[in-house]
């Protein structure tokens, strides 16, 4: 499985940015997807995820209501709507896929993107 993740950029506090992840080499249909980002000298954290089969989704509280997972079958693909961005949501924003019922412990993921860097400014 590879994953290809995009969209990320340079925006203003209070800005918005849509990420998408894009799998290739199998299909996500059994698959829990989620996506983890990484500050300078922090330990990648978990932000949100989504499972597949039934779309049952888990967010950090510090993106909830914020933040908003969706997923796209016919295109294989995850998004993230990225929605009152803050600085401290700045970092590497990394996509990735397993099958552990947990969905938030990165150990728990197998494969994983390449990263995509969100910078916000104040």
């Known amino acids: 499985v590879q994953l290809q993740a995009s969209g990320g950029g340079l925006v203003q506090a209070g800005g918005s940015l849509r990420l998408s992840c894009v799998a290739s080499g199998r299909t996500f249909s059994s698959s829990n997807i989620a996506w983890f980002r990484q500050a300078p000298g922090k330990e990648r954290e978990f932000v949100a995820a989504?499972?597949?089969?039934?779309?049952?989704?888990s967010y950090v509280d510090s993106v909830k209501g914020r933040f908003t997972i969706s997923r796209d079958n016919a295109k294989n693909t995850v998004y993230l709507q990225l929605n009152g961005l803050k600085t401290e949501d700045t970092g590497v924003y990394y996509c990735?896929?397993?099958?552990?019922?947990?969905?938030?412990?990165?150990?728990?993921?197998?494969?994983w993107g390449q990263g995509t860097q969100v910078t916000v400014s104040s």
């Open positions: 989504v499972r597949w089969s039934s779309g049952t989704t």
């Open positions: 990735a896929a397993g099958t552990s019922i947990t969905l938030r412990d990165r150990l728990r993921y197998d494969y």
